[in-house]
């Protein structure tokens, strides 16, 4: 059975910090890891990484997969209030038809 | 604008019936899914469907049921037999093609009376 394993759960810092979450994962056949910002509603894409080693950067955030070690970890550099969210980790299969979640890491962000 | 519409965003159900959350999407995307969210808790997959006519159980298919009869549109029933059925659901979609992430819809929270 597939597993995705997020930590820490929770997480509270204060504008500016740096923040690094970390997703380790467990897939018979993997295809993908996916990062999603999920805010009040409808979880956001934020970035898909299918090879190890190569970073993935938008903004302040950043991604990198280690294939080898099976995790992920995602970086918010000079963190704002508008970061605080739940950051969910997503593992996809070859097959490509499913997505196993983690639990998420509410991240809260303080002025 | 191209979009996952979810309907209704809040719904009640009392006890012994059925209700029905809808997923309309005009992305022209191949494939839906339904998840389910509770309280500090990541998203687990109930049913998906990757062609018109057909779809697949998830990991917690049970007390629920689904159709497909439409490519933009795959409603979920939460039957009575659900017996804890109080969650945020959530609809997502994605082209098919390789490394193209799911795309969510608004979600429906649905609560008993």
């Known amino acids: 059975e597939d597993k995705v394993v997020q930590s820490p759960l929770s997480l509270v810092v204060h504008e500016g910090d740096t923040v690094t979450l970390n997703c380790s994962y467990e897939v018979t056949n993997f295809r993908s890891l996916l990062w999603y910002k999920q805010e009040k509603k409808a979880p956001t894409f934020l970035f898909m990484l299918t090879s190890s080693g190569i970073e993935k950067k938008s903004g302040r955030l950043s991604s990198i997969l280690d294939k080898k070690e099976l995790f992920s970890i995602l970086n918010i550099t000079a963190t704002q209030t508008g970061d605080s969210a739940i950051y969910l980790c997503a593992v996809e299969e070859t097959s490509g038809s499913r997505l196993t979640f983690g639990e998420g890491t509410q991240l809260t962000v303080n002025p | 604008d191209g979009g996952i519409t979810q309907s209704p965003k809040y719904l009640f159900r009392k006890e012994g019936q059925n209700v029905t959350l809808s997923c309309e999407q005009n992305l022209n995307h191949d494939a839906m899914y339904w998840y389910r969210q509770d309280p500090g808790q990541g998203l687990r997959l109930i049913y998906y469907s990757q062609i018109v006519n057909d779809f697949q159980k998830g990991d917690i298919a049970e007390g629920y049921s689904v159709s497909r009869e439409k490519k933009e549109s795959f409603p979920l029933t939460v039957t009575s037999a659900q017996k804890n059925p109080t969650a945020f659901y959530l609809c997502?979609?994605?082209?098919?093609?390789?490394?193209?992430?799911?795309?969510f819809g608004d979600g429906t929270r649905l609560s008993i009376l």
């Open positions: 997502a979609s994605r082209t098919h093609g390789s490394h193209q992430p799911q795309h």
